[in-house]
């Protein structure tokens, strides 16, 4: 997880800010962040997956996820909507907070939930 990259600027960058470690964004100050994520860990019996994960989403930004393959992306992204509750072997703890509630907290209405926080998967497509 460490190789991933996060940048919030995909349009306009300038050399400074195209990529954005985990930590920088962490202490950027992004106003009113839409998705907030807070020390998301992810494990099997066999090892980590994603490792104390903290980031700050923004309102309207189009964020790319960076990184081998591998690495955690998509493992992250099904951790936004809780598709690792499918997925026994997979032990998620920490926080993620989707418009301010914590949607990794057992009470949450998941349907509802997921309704709100869309996932396609990467598909060919032929034309
Ligand atoms: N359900 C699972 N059980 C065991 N290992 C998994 C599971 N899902 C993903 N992994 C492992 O976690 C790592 C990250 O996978 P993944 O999130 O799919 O990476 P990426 O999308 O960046 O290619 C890989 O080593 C993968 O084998
Ligand atoms: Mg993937």
Redesign the pocket.
């Known amino acids: 997880m460490n190789e991933l990259a996060f940048t919030n600027q995909p349009f306009n960058t300038t050399k400074e800010d195209t990529l954005v470690t985990n930590k920088q964004m962490e202490n950027k100050a992004v106003e009113k962040p839409i998705i907030k994520i807070r020390g998301l860990n992810v494990k ?1 019996k ?1 090892g980590e ?1 994603l490792k104390n994960i903290n980031l700050d989403i923004p309102k309207n930004k189009i964020i790319v996820l960076l ?1 081998p ?8 992204l099904k951790s936004l909507n809780r598709l690792t509750d499918l ?1 026994k ?2 032990k998620v703890s920490g926080e993620v907070f989707i418009d301010g509630v914590d949607i990794l907290k057992a009470s949450q209405e998941l349907p509802v939930m997921r309704q709100k926080m869309g996932l396609f998967s990467a598909t060919d497509v032929n034309i």
Do not use: A
């Open positions: 099997t066999e997956i990184g393959s591998g690495c955690g992306k998509t493992t992250l997925h072997e997979l």
